[in-house]
């Protein structure tokens, strides 16, 4: 009886270990995601889901900021895999393309992804472009109301997806001024298919496409420019075709090396 009690304990460890797995694993692959939708793709019951999802939050591998209904990886998740990440396998795929892009286009150009609350910084040619005011590196992060690339990818996700990141816009301190602007550019975005953005008092203004790969919006594609060297009409006529031609590159670069 012993034996079998192990047995039994064993398995419900390992069914719970395998449970978790598979959540970290589909937020890993649609991004922030409530505890109705885990449990309905996982197939367990709400409270069982939830049970998980606080042990992950004490275990430091994901987040659910301050009135979100959704939950986040974090970065600790990193430590799960050796070198193999979807940031890292995203970054090593699109440099090359973003550089060839950049030496043609001088302005800098900038691949970004959402990692929570916040736009991390992948891939920047900032350093060398001639034409560059800030020098921010790899790892930089930017609130989301701040990039053009959020809004962009904002407005390529899912409704429920875009919705829970405006809600954590709106009801964060820190960025719930901006949440009325914010909004209204993922909203241009999703019928013009880019966005502009310009931090308040900077010189530079941002101009971005999303990168989307099997439907989904991965990444962000930014050029900066200096905001009195180009005009907006002007920007569409001569940047955004570079951004959607790399953007569509990068694409299906992506696409192919998830095949392979």
């Given at each position: 009886m012993a034996d079998a009690k ?10 719970t ?10 937020i ?7 505890v ?5 793709v996982?197939?367990i019951?709400?409270?069982a889901?939830?049970?998980i999802?606080?042990?992950?939050i004490?275990s430091?591998?994901v987040?659910k900021?301050?009135?979100a ?6 970065e600790?998740?990193?430590t799960?895999s050796?070198?193999?990440?979807r940031n890292?396998i995203?970054?090593?795929v ?8 950049a ?7 900038v ?6 609350p916040?736009m ?7 350093p ?6 800030q020098?921010?590196t ?10 053009a690339?959020?809004?962009v ?5 899912r409704?429920e997806?875009c919705?829970?990141y405006?809600?954590f ?11 009325g602007?914010f909004?209204g550019?993922?909203?241009r975005a999703?019928k013009?298919?880019f ?5 308040q008092?900077s ?6 496409v999303?990168?989307v790969v099997?439907?989904?919006?991965v990444a962000g594609?930014?050029?900066r420019?200096i ?8 920007a569409?006529?001569?940047v955004?075709?570079v ?5 569509s590159?990068?694409s299906d670069?992506?696409?192919s090396?998830s095949?392979t």
């Amino acid at each position: 009886m012993a034996d079998a009690k192990g047995e039994d304990g064993g398995t419900k460890t390992l069914q719970t270990v395998s449970r978790a797995m598979a959540i970290l694993e589909l937020i890993s692959r649609d991004g922030p995601l409530n505890v109705t939708s885990i449990s309905r793709v996982i197939g367990i019951s709400r409270s069982a889901t939830l049970r998980i999802l606080k042990t992950l939050i004490v275990s430091g591998h994901v987040a659910k900021p301050r009135n979100a209904r959704t939950y986040f990886l974090t970065e600790r998740i990193l430590t799960l895999s050796s070198g193999y990440t979807r940031n890292n396998i995203l970054a090593k795929v699109t440099e090359p393309i973003i550089r060839n892009a950049a030496q043609r286009l001088l302005w800098p150009m900038v691949l970004t992804v959402p990692v929570g609350p916040e736009m991390l910084v992948l891939i920047t040619t900032e350093p060398e472009s001639p034409l560059a005011l800030q020098r921010m590196t790899a790892g930089y992060r930017m609130a989301l109301p701040d990039t053009a690339s959020a809004r962009v990818i904002l407005a390529q996700s899912r409704p429920e997806v875009c919705d829970e990141y405006l809600t954590f816009v709106r009801q964060s301190p820190g960025t719930a001024s901006q949440a009325g602007v914010f909004e209204g550019g993922v909203m241009r975005a999703r019928k013009d298919g880019f966005a502009f953005h310009q931090v308040q008092g900077s010189r530079e203004k941002s101009l971005a496409v999303a990168i989307v790969v099997g439907g989904t919006a991965v990444a962000g594609l930014t050029a900066r420019f200096i905001a009195s060297a180009l005009t907006d009409s002007k920007a569409q006529e001569t940047v955004l075709p570079v951004l959607q031609s790399t953007g569509s590159r990068i694409s299906d670069a992506l696409a192919s090396a998830s095949t392979t």
